[in-house]
């Protein structure tokens, strides 16, 4: 008979110790997207290859062309059944603007929130916090039963924040052992709400991009050169300006060729959420939806591509005025792609789209980032219905198959290299502020989330 | 008999005196934009302060709301004339980018340049060493002759480069004293090639803003807000784009209602002058004519107003990608303005124009900093045909009657508050770099802009 409901029991008496863990595993600032901490990045790995050696893993580091990673394997009851991949990272965003952290984004700190105890850190919910939820559900497993149900593989990458640049040709070069598993088993993306489970069928796709606009060979005087020379900044502005219309629409030559229209069954599921706008917006302090008009928000979030600039920066930016035409002027834009929307194809577009704007005598570059396909997972199979008895089981009540506006690239990598499709059961809640100051985990979102996995092990298992 | 000559004599002999002075008051890094430079500045006055005095001026720091200004009086000869007075400023434009300079830019630095040694610094031309070209006359004829051959007063501030905000009420106070001169000498603008001199006839008036942005609560993850969330670097980059169409126009409602046209003899005079744009742009790395489509360049330059975008931020201008829809934009827009426009409204129509663009849950400042009405100086007053006469002799040619693409808002001041109309005998090239890094005065600029200076008090106390 199933072990479950004594790992049930360890996992809720062992609140202490998994929050020490986590706490542990927050305090290192492995932000992936500065050189700086590069070595903090790899702490974290062996961090977790010690946690996972600890619950009976055969666990390494492996390098890659970027952040190493992490692998590990447990060959659950030794009953020959084929592996569940378990995938997650552990590197994290950015944590600037720091001024605007009630407390240090790297000293873990547990306070109250609208709906019990939060944890507040860079990464506490993502992915950090969510790689918990399973680590904390294998770890009673084994202490329990000496091991998970169901023989497992744990892939933690470290480049998830910059777009995992170096995970396809990790893919590539241990597809062999990695491609056994039945299928991934992803901790990544949001809840419904507090109360109600997710499965995410759908992530939109990426392209990330930066423009370089250089103009004169230096800085100029606003009144000699006024009317005169080129001003990138005015140049650049109207660029990013005219990718998008007045409707919210992209500009980009054939951008919406590879769009799908959401009708039919999905929107009449979707409409059947009830979601609240202007309480969404409310909770961000805004009241005027944005993005395309006339679609219905869900749409909008998990639908549509969107054009946004991440960053932009050139000229006197100091105390009061300087009157200067400045020499140079810098963007971030990236694109969300939803149906077959190709990433490449989307940046290729951009740069002629830039190109055709400047003039002969201005240089400009477009450095490509990361980019990521859309994918939508299939609802059908026997991982994504075990994942429901689960959360239906946990949370007693159903979950809900949603959208996600985010991107996982791995996703589509998983199947394109490794041809495995991915159950996206997360545990965020939107409230969660990720990528932002105060980033939190609810800590009833991490203790129902790890009872969740446990459950997902045995119905695995079973 | 004129002891003129003795004097000229007196300045080619003094160089390295000259040189020794110049370099003391280049050291000081007054930059009157940056409150961790207000020392700075008062010590720059300080300095000013002893050189006056040290040529037989009556000269005291006078206090203002900004940094202090100097004042300074020389009976001359005591034969009741009436007093000629010299304005110049002391205050200086950041230096930032610092890293652009080939030598720092308060340790002033002399080098080789196309047509002779060149002195590199910050306020090299603008206006420390234009201030020395009358400073050093003054003291030749101190030196030679007890003093200068007409009464000067002197007026020297510290807060030009951020539009002499606190001027105007200082001129109201002191006008009593001030308004006894007969016109105003500034030595702030440039000749019109190394070998022909030039007398400003003509002055852009500038109104500098910046626009402050705020949209969501905090930063936001751009996969879960993407379509949902305003993005302010967005609209901002909408915003300042529709400031100007594709031919350049301005488009504030009447903007242009208060721009004369140039025609007849203006247009003519102006031809003449042979101005050679491709040679212009080619100093700094630039062919393609920027500005209002279809005017000749001059015209550009010196009857026509502009809008430049001297600054730009928000979001993540760090390496690499983040994936974040920002809180918060900012811009600091600035306009030239010509005729008889006038800086308060366009930045009244600034504002209501930017309003108008922003949604009911934004929130956008418009902070004002320096503005300055356009002026034009009369050509035929007794102390322009004495500025024509004393430079026609020093360069063997006749000075032209130019405009400035730049403001120099005291000039206005003087007329509305004093009364008192202009000479602007300036000495500076094209090529100097002004508010750019490595700011440079030729050597043969300032020695001949000493001379002709000298005679100009020759002329003027004859």
Request: hydrophobic letters at 30%; a negative charge.
């Given at each position: 008979m199933s072990r479950l409901p004594e790992v049930l029991a360890r996992l809720d008496s062992a609140e202490a110790e998994i929050r020490g863990r986590y706490f542990d595993f927050l305090r290192?600032?492995?932000?992936?997207?500065?050189?700086?901490?590069a070595a903090d990045c790899r702490r974290a790995a062996a961090w977790l290859v010690e946690e996972l050696r600890a619950i009976g893993c055969t666990a390494e580091i492996r390098e890659t062309r970027g952040q190493p990673a992490v692998v590990a394997y447990h060959p659950g009851p030794g009953n020959g059944a084929s592996p569940v991949l378990y995938y997650g990272h552990y590197d994290v965003q950015p944590a600037e603007p720091f001024e605007l952290w009630t407390s240090p984004p790297f000293e873990p700190t547990l306070k109250e929130g609208p709906n019990g105890p939060i944890t507040v850190a860079r990464g506490a919910v993502d992915d950090k916090g969510q790689v918990m939820t399973w680590l904390a559900a294998m770890r009673a497993w084994h202490e329990v039963?000496?091991?998970?149900p169901v023989p497992v593989r744990v892939l933690v990458e470290g480049e998830e924040e910059i777009g995992s640049p170096s995970l396809d040709a990790f893919l590539d070069q241990h597809a062999g052992e990695l491609k056994q598993a039945r299928a991934v088993v992803v901790s990544d993306t949001n809840m419904w709400d507090p109360q109600t489970p997710a499965i995410s069928a759908r992530l939109r796709g990426m392209a990330y991009a930066q423009i370089d606009l250089y103009a004169a060979s230096r800085d100029l005087h606003s009144g000699l050169y006024g009317g005169m020379a080129l001003n990138p900044i005015n140049l650049l502005s109207k660029i990013v300006a005219e990718l998008?219309?007045?409707?919210?629409?992209?500009?980009?030559?054939?951008?919406?060729?590879?769009v799908p229209e959401v009708g039919g069954n999905l929107d009449a599921a979707w409409d059947s959420l009830g979601f609240d706008e202007g309480r969404f917006l409310g909770d961000i302090g805004l009241s005027v939806p944005a993005g395309e008009k006339g679609l219905k928000p869900l749409v909008r979030q998990w639908a549509r591509p969107t054009c946004d600039v991440n960053g932009i920066w050139g000229g006197y930016t100091g105390p009061g005025s300087k009157t200067v035409i400045a020499a140079e002027a810098h963007a971030k834009v990236s694109f969300r792609l939803v149906g077959d929307q190709d990433p490449e194809a989307v940046l290729d577009s951009l740069e002629a789209f830039v190109k055709a704007r400047v003039p002969a005598d201005a240089r400009v570059e477009v450095q490509r980032f990361a980019s990521a396909p859309p994918v939508v997972v299939p609802e059908d199979s026997d991982e994504v219905a075990a994942a429901r008895r689960a959360l239906a089981a946990e949370y007693g009540r159903e979950a809900v198959l949603i959208g996600s506006g985010g991107s996982i690239p791995v996703v589509e990598s998983f199947r394109r290299i490794l041809g495995l499709d991915s159950v996206l059961m997360g545990f965020g809640l939107n409230d969660d502020q990720v990528h932002s100051p105060n980033e939190k985990f609810d800590w009833a979102c991490l203790m129902h989330g790890a009872r969740s996995h446990a459950r997902l092990l045995a119905e695995l298992g079973a």
């Open positions: 290192i600032p492995s932000v992936s997207a500065q050189p700086d901490h039963a000496g091991g998970p998008t219309d007045a409707n919210g629409r992209i500009q980009l030559p054939g951008f919406y060729d590879a």
